[in-house]
């Protein structure tokens, strides 16, 4: 600590004598990306971590992160600053992949459930809810399941099998199951090329929400999906499913809306206003389940403050709509985050830097949750 102190004032001092201001700070180890031990930058002296804020004002918004490869790492060094970060600013996690079949059930007969449970004792020590995610998808799966030649009625009780074992192995310890991920394709029409609608056909979605539901009858039900955050074709799909399913008493109590945005191009806000409402008219909760906001790299100042006011427009729909319990970020450090890894080019879509500085998104956020 004293030494990394001493090394930043040299170079300070050094700086401002020999006018190299930018590649100094850059070479000294000022550029926040490369400094990663010790502890994280504070925060801004006017402010308060998030779930402070929102405990002191008594909102009733969960404020979540997924929690990743960085989580309880004992390699990277970042992972100290993660951990502190965490459990500084959040009271919700998602764990990112280690619920997914595939890292959970690498054979048929072997559940890995540890990295999970960790993350699960680690949130109910920390006063955090977890949302679990998630039990049926089309990516991620286990090699053995997707290559195996199955019937129609092995794949029936393989997805019976699979969502009783791991919603009675969490029962009674989330806030949310994602049941279902991604069901459609973004015209409206089901997702034809899933691995489980291929098997089973439309009707896998319902047997999911009723198998979870014997499981475990407490933990709400969550379908949840991508692009639908306003009024479009997709989102129309998604409130017909839901609206018919509550209409025959299929169990489903939430719609999580993931909301992977794009910096300046979000739906119009009164869209997803109107989207919102219809979905909390069918008794819905709603969960803003893997919020990010990317753009394109290099980041500019320009897009930083356009970014920081999407991230406080959404946060407010969720404040407006009394449906609406919790927004869930998908990471909070740029450090680690899907993004740049699925959307060549683009990045910079989450409300840390990579050396855990607060961007102009997490002060527009904060301030928001401040009533300020
Ligand atoms: C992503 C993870 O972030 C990646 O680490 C993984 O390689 C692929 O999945 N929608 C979802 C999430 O529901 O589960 C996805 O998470 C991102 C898109």
């Known amino acids: 600590m004293a030494a990394e102190s001493t090394a930043i004032s040299r170079c300070t001092v050094l700086s401002r004598w020999l006018l190299l201001a930018v590649s100094l700070t850059v070479a000294c180890g000022g550029n926040p990306a490369t400094t990663v031990t010790g502890p994280p930058p504070p925060l801004p002296r006017q402010l308060d971590p998030l779930r402070k804020v929102i ?44 619920m997914k079949f595939g890292p959970l059930r ?3 007969n072997q559940f890995r459930f540890v990295r999970a449970d960790s993350m699960v004792a680690f949130a109910a020590a920390n006063g955090m809810k977890v949302r679990g995610h998630t039990l049926v998808w089309h990516q991620q799966l286990a090699s053995w399941l997707t290559g195996g030649s199955w019937t129609t009625d092995q794949v029936k009780a393989l997805l019976d099998e699979h969502i009783t074992t791991v919603v009675s192995h969490y029962k009674g310890q989330l806030s949310a199951w994602d049941v279902v991920n991604e069901a459609f394709d973004d015209d409206g029409g089901a997702r034809t090329a899933s691995f489980w609608y291929s098997k089973i056909g439309s009707g896998y979605v319902e047997q999911a929400f009723k198998t979870a539901r014997a499981a475990d009858p407490d933990t709400p039900l969550f379908y949840n999906d991508y692009n639908i955050e306003g009024m479009n074709a997709k989102s129309d799909a998604v409130y017909a499913m839901l609206a018919d399913f509550k209409a025959r008493g299929v169990p489903v109590d939430g719609i999580g809306v993931q909301m992977h945005l794009i910096a300046g191009a979000l739906p119009p806000l009164a869209s997803i206003q109107q989207n919102f409402a219809r979905l909390a008219g069918l008794g819905l909760k709603i969960h803003i389940t893997e919020l990010d906001v990317r753009m394109n790299l290099p980041a500019t100042q320009e897009m930083l403050a356009t970014q920081a006011q999407n991230y406080r427009d959404v946060f407010n729909i969720c404040l407006q709509q009394s449906a609406c319990e919790m927004v869930v970020m998908w990471g909070f450090t740029d450090r680690s985050s899907w993004v740049p890894g699925t959307f060549p080019g683009q990045g910079d879509a989450l409300i840390f830097d990579s050396s855990f500085q607060p961007k102009p998104a997490y002060t527009a956020i904060n301030n928001l949750l401040a009533g300020k």
């Open 55 to 98: 405990a002191d004002r008594g909102l009733k918004i969960g404020i979540g992160t997924a929690i990743g490869s960085l989580f309880n790492n004992t390699t990277d060094p970042a992972a100290g600053q993660y951990m502190t970060v965490l459990t500084r600013e959040f009271n919700v996690i998602t764990p990112e992949n280690d």
């Open 106 to 108: 690498p054979a048929q």
